[in-house]
């Protein structure tokens, strides 16, 4: 299963999208629809297609992680817990 049209679309939306490199409310540097990470320093300035390449990126990785815990799910259900794990990161979705 894969995200859908729409869930990237809202994902985009709530994100916001930022080239140039910043610190986000939790005092990671941040940077496209909301990449962290250690390829993100201060200074970076990336394209939007760059920025549409990390959060394609970025997903696959949640979905995997969703995939393996919640096989069975209805798109709307999977497209809704994909975009929230992504959000708030794995760690804190799952503590």
């Not at 985009?12 to 993100?40: M, Q, S």
């Not at 970076?44 to 959060?55: C, D, F, V, Y």
């Not at 696959?60 to 994909?82: G, I, K, S």
Request: with cysteine.
């Amino acid at each position: 299963m894969k995200c859908s049209d729409e869930c990237v679309n809202a994902i985009k939306e709530f994100e916001g999208l930022r080239l140039d490199a910043y610190v986000c409310p939790g005092g990671l540097w941040t940077i496209g629809y909301g990449h962290t990470g250690n390829d993100v320093v201060p200074g970076m300035r990336i394209t939007e297609e760059r920025a549409e390449e990390l959060l394609r990126a970025d997903l696959r990785f949640t979905e995997l992680w969703v995939q393996n815990f919640y096989p069975a799910m209805r798109q709307n259900q999977y497209d809704a817990l994909v975009s929230l794990i992504y959000n708030i990161g794995i760690h804190a979705y799952r503590t």
